[in-house]
């Protein structure tokens, strides 16, 4: 008999013209992140004759992930013009190189004609590009922003006051991926639990004794918040069933806030806490809770507490608070503390306050260092850009003029 074969397929090749080629996309985007603020000159008068080159600030503010801040000139930034103008710059005031950024200065008419005087790269094709800081006190504004003779007679001067409004715009770039779906998840709500349970006391194994007063707590999760509470509670040191610890060197309402951290992962109300409605009383309990948060190894919590000290420095605080950083190694702390003193308008009255005679007897080093700060604030510490040997007057680092417009 004839053998039967089955014919083969004939192969196909490796790269088949059937399978289709994978496309991705993916989309680049430059946008900027603004933000604005508003200075307010009160005593205009006063601040007449104080120098040419010296000036009054605007309080740190931050957009896009950087510090900055309004300087303003009554007698001018430059000896060449003897008084004849003033000065207004916008510099940035935090560690960072080559910030890319767009920037508004407007002198507010307070007539109600909103015929403000603004200068900006808003609105406006910038031949080269936004305008580009290089370093921490680096400026972009004006030392010729408005005759005096003139600002003294017009609408934008009332009450002996004058509204300067500035906007910055940092420049971010970023890129985008289409997204294919996606559902709203609900926000993390462990806080609230762990929080409940504390307020609950439910299943509470352990106690502490805070100046007469018992807070009771879970044994698990303050080791699984705190490294010196897990080693006290189950570390080969710990103290066999132990149940109630004492607590000493600690208020009772800054542990009640260190608890409430420890469940809550966040700041209990400190005004409340206190029960008084003012910045001192707040700024102290901050001020102890972070020393708290430090013993413990509550880094988050320091790094809370820290914010908030940075966020209401005083005349009345500043000497504790710099002081406590220093001794706490708060770098960002210490340097807005340093800073704040060294202004020529706060040395004096904080030099007078009880806690200065606390900072030079608990940190004398700290004292040299407020003394350079001081030194470099004379030396006008935020430097303006040069440009060919004179400071630019309306013009960016690469010499373009600056639209002005008045509304």
């Known amino acids: ?104 200065l407007s002198l507010m008419d307070q007539s109600g004609n909103e015929r403000h005087k603004v200068h900006t790269h808003f609105g406006r094709v910038l031949e080269t590009g936004p305008y580009t800081l290089k370093y921490r006190g680096s400026m972009w504004g004006y030392k010729r922003f ?66 007469g007063e018992v807070f009771a707590a879970h044994k698990l999760v303050l080791a699984a918040r705190s490294p010196v509470l897990r080693a006290q509670l189950f570390g080969p040191l710990k103290e066999e069933n132990i149940q109630s ?20 992962d966040s700041l209990p109300d400190l005004q409340e806490l206190v029960g008084l409605d003012t910045k001192w009383a707040v700024a102290l309990m901050a001020q102890h809770l972070l020393a708290a948060a430090d013993q413990y190894g509550l880094e988050r919590l320091r790094a809370l507490c820290e914010a908030k000290l940075c966020e209401d420095v005083t005349i009345n605080t500043v000497a504790t608070t710099l002081a406590l950083a220093d001794q706490h190694h708060c770098v960002q702390l210490k340097s807005v503390c340093l800073k704040f003193i060294a202004l020529p308008e706060n040395l004096k009255a904080v030099m007078q306050s009880e806690g200065f005679d606390h900072l030079k007897e608990s940190c004398p080093s700290v004292i040299t260092e407020l003394l350079k700060y001081v030194a470099g604030m004379n030396e006008h510490a935020i430097i303006s850009y040069v440009h060919g040997g004179h400071i630019l007057d309306g013009t960016d680092v690469n010499g373009r003029r600056v639209k002005q417009r008045i509304y």
């Open 1 to 104: 008999m004839g053998t039967f074969r089955v014919p083969s397929e004939p192969s196909k090749p490796l790269n088949s013209s059937s399978s289709q080629p994978t496309t991705t996309t993916s989309t680049s985007r430059i946008d900027t992140i603004n933000g604005s603020h508003e200075f307010k000159v009160d005593g205009y008068a006063l601040s007449k004759g104080m120098g040419i080159g010296k000036y009054v600030t605007s309080e740190i503010f931050t957009v896009g992930g950087h510090s900055w801040a309004v300087y303003f000139y009554p007698d001018g930034k430059s000896s060449e013009d003897n008084g004849t103008y003033v000065s207004l710059f916008i510099a940035l005031a935090s560690d960072a190189t080559d910030v890319r950024a767009l920037f508004e």
């Open 146 to 211: 408005f005759r005096r003779t003139l600002l003294e007679t017009s609408d934008y001067l009332k009450d002996d006051c004058l509204l300067i409004q500035c906007t910055v715009g940092v420049v971010r770039s970023y890129n985008e991926t289409p997204k294919t779906f996606s559902l709203p998840v609900p926000p993390s709500d462990i806080g609230l639990h762990f929080g409940q349970l504390l307020e609950s006391g439910e299943g509470a194994d352990i106690k502490f004794e805070v100046e």
């Open 245 to 264: 610890i004492r607590v000493e060197e600690i208020q009772a309402p800054v542990f009640k806030a260190l608890l409430h951290f420890i469940y809550w």
